[in-house]
């Protein structure tokens, strides 16, 4: 199985707070990051977290750290059709910089 | 923000023939890049890893000389596709780090398809 793991779908309704889950398995990792995927294009960061920190938020966003559990959530507060999208949890995995990327939670927003 | 421009973004190539694909780091030096395959609704496969002037680190199952990549400069990475077939039909993503930060820049991307 994925070291890194995600549910693979929500569905929220427009203005409405989304979060999504992810857990990881490598106790050592010092990034995690949440990247955003529209179809048909590449990967944008959303934002990422230190692994000495709990909780981080940027705008609309909010990052939740549990180390004891390795897992790792973003919350979006009053999601937008914009929003529709994959979302990937990705941890750094060792010291070359290689990411390993969750199967990526399909979020989609309904009026 | 740091850039990566990925081109091209969709090409179709028959059968037996070659592709390459570039990616740059637009306003600031890739040390890194990695090379990504993505199926329909699925992760990212991570297939290899370059660093700048050094053969590329190729993940288990990636054949080296089916998937050829260069990262000749701090700057430009390619990844060319050799003797393509429809099975190498796939969405192609490069990202590239950033020496100075902690950073991971993604391509948009390159939709490969063989026929």
């Known amino acids: 199985g994925e070291d890194v793991e995600q549910s693979l779908f929500l569905s929220v309704r427009e203005g409405d707070s989304s979060v999504i889950n992810c857990t990881y398995t490598?106790?050592?990792?010092?990034?995690l990051y949440w990247y955003k995927q529209e179809p048909g294009a590449g990967l944008q960061l959303l934002t990422y977290?230190?692994?000495?920190?709990d909780m981080k938020q940027d705008q609309r966003l909010t990052v939740l750290l549990n180390k004891k559990d390795k897992h790792l959530s973003l919350r979006i507060a009053d999601t937008q059709t914009g929003d529709s999208a994959i979302y990937f949890c990705?941890?750094?995995?060792?010291?070359?910089?290689?990411?390993?990327f969750g199967a990526g939670t399909q979020v989609v927003v309904t009026p | 923000g740091a850039v990566v421009s990925q081109h091209p973004s969709r090409v179709i190539c028959k059968s037996g023939t070659s592709v390459k694909i570039e990616c740059r780091s637009l306003?600031?030096?890739?040390?890194?890049m990695f090379w990504y395959r993505q199926f329909p609704k699925k992760s990212l496969m991570l297939m290899a890893t370059?660093?700048?002037?050094?053969?590329?680190?190729?993940e288990q199952g990636v054949e080296k000389d089916k998937f050829l990549i260069n990262h000749a400069s701090l700057t430009l990475s390619t990844l060319t596709v050799t003797s393509a077939h429809p099975e190498d039909s796939s969405f192609y993503i490069c990202?590239?780090?950033?020496?100075?930060?902690?950073?991971?820049?993604f391509g948009s991307g390159t939709r490969l398809t063989v026929v």
């Open positions: 977290i230190f692994s000495n920190m």
């Open positions: 990705a941890e750094k995995a060792d010291s070359w910089g290689k990411l390993q």
């Open positions: 370059s660093n700048e002037g050094s053969k590329a680190t190729y």
């Open positions: 306003d600031f030096q890739a040390t890194t």
């Open positions: 990202s590239a780090r950033n020496r100075s930060n902690y950073g991971y820049t």
């Open positions: 490598d106790s050592s990792s010092t990034y």
